[in-house]
């Protein structure tokens, strides 16, 4: 497949290379780099609202590195369900668990023990809740400083309209009495 000339096609290209790393531990082939491409010309992307000014952080920052991508999607996954990023992992998930080899290594099991299999779940919750921490020390105050410059005045009177720093795991804080 020829090589990438365009700036953007050279960004998505880079971008898909980092996010497979941390997906699936692999490097995309041209195949899986050719349609994530296309995928953000498709309608949902497309027909998306302009990316937020966190949005482009998390981007930014997300494809430098996997471990940086895991950060920033533990952080979103919980503060930023819709984010850009989340949208392209999703993306690239359906693109590799359609294509081979990409779907081997999300659809295979591991025969082991139960000891091995706790272990594994033990480390990878481990890994998810210090990348949350992290993610939280890092992207909170860039998410809660975007949010306040991107407000009009009149918006940043009203604590009501940030709902996703307030209250992210939407508990319902009132008392029942």
């Known amino acids: 497949m020829d090589k990438p000339t365009d700036p953007i096609s050279i960004?998505?290209?880079?971008?898909?290379?980092?996010?497979c790393r941390y997906l699936i531990h692999r490097e995309p082939n041209d195949y899986v780099l050719s349609i994530y491409k296309k995928g953000h010309s498709s309608p949902g992307f497309a027909a998306a609202p302009p990316p937020s000014l966190m949005d482009k952080m998390l981007i930014r920052i997300a494809r430098r590195h996997p471990m940086l991508t895991r950060v920033a999607d533990a952080y979103s996954r919980v503060f930023f369900k819709r984010s850009l990023l989340r949208r392209k992992l999703v993306l690239l998930l359906a693109i590799l668990e359609s294509c081979a080899p990409g779907h081997y290594y999300l659809d295979s099991t591991d025969g082991v023990s139960r000891t091995v299999f706790f272990l594994k779940l033990v480390q990878h919750s481990t890994l998810y809740a210090l990348s949350l921490v992290f993610g939280v020390l890092l992207f909170l105050p860039l998410h809660i400083f975007t949010r306040m410059v991107s407000l009009s005045p009149s918006e940043k009177q009203e604590t009501s309209s940030m709902p996703e720093l307030t209250n992210p795991l939407n508990v319902n804080t009132e008392k029942h009495g």
């Open 11 to 19: 960004s998505l290209a880079e971008e898909c290379r980092v996010f």
